[in-house]
């Protein structure tokens, strides 16, 4: 019985270490949005608390040059906030652009694999056809042996 041998065997591995780094570069791409969207949400926090100070201060009726500098923070509050919000836009690109290429990764690797399939099927019904073929030979030597042997040893 012979052993089934894909033939592009060699085309099926590279295939899905491809799969394989296109996932990894996938999940970092997402971590990596993950992370600037943190880092955005701890910006929007400190501003939402800024905010609330500066009500309390302008409340409290502190000095116009204190008001001043909490008003210097909050803009740079919010360019940074605008400067994280780029980059989420940037972080989500990545992530699409992964995605994509972990998609397209999985196509390649799926048409190798349905090839595969085909000719491990093709390999198997060869098998069985061989496999008949062998029992019918057998039954076939047996059959006529049995008709040539005569227990009375008249050869019939």
């Not at 085309?11 to 570069?25: C, F, G, P, S, T």
């Not at 069985?128 to 019918?136: A, M, N, P, S």
Request: hydrophobic content about 40%; aromatic content about 6%.
């Amino acid at each position: 019985m012979k052993t089934f041998q894909f033939t592009l065997e060699a085309v099926r591995i590279v295939r899905q270490r491809n799969e394989q780094a296109a996932m990894e570069r996938y999940a970092h791409a997402l971590l990596a949005r993950r992370q600037v969207m943190d880092r955005l949400d701890a910006v929007q926090r400190e501003i939402n608390a800024g905010w609330q100070e500066l009500r309390a201060m302008l409340a409290r009726s502190c000095a116009a040059s204190r008001a001043a500098q909490a008003h210097v923070y909050h803009q740079s509050l919010e360019k940074r906030r605008n400067e994280c919000a780029a980059e989420l836009g940037l972080a989500e690109r990545r992530v699409n652009l992964a995605l994509q290429a972990m998609l397209h990764a999985r196509q390649q690797r799926e048409i190798v694999d349905k090839c595969f399939d085909k000719q491990k099927a093709r390999h198997q019904r060869e098998q069985l056809r061989e496999d008949q073929k062998f029992t019918d030979d057998l039954a076939g030597r047996r059959g006529s042996s049995i008709l040539s042997w005569n227990p009375t040893g008249a050869l019939s």
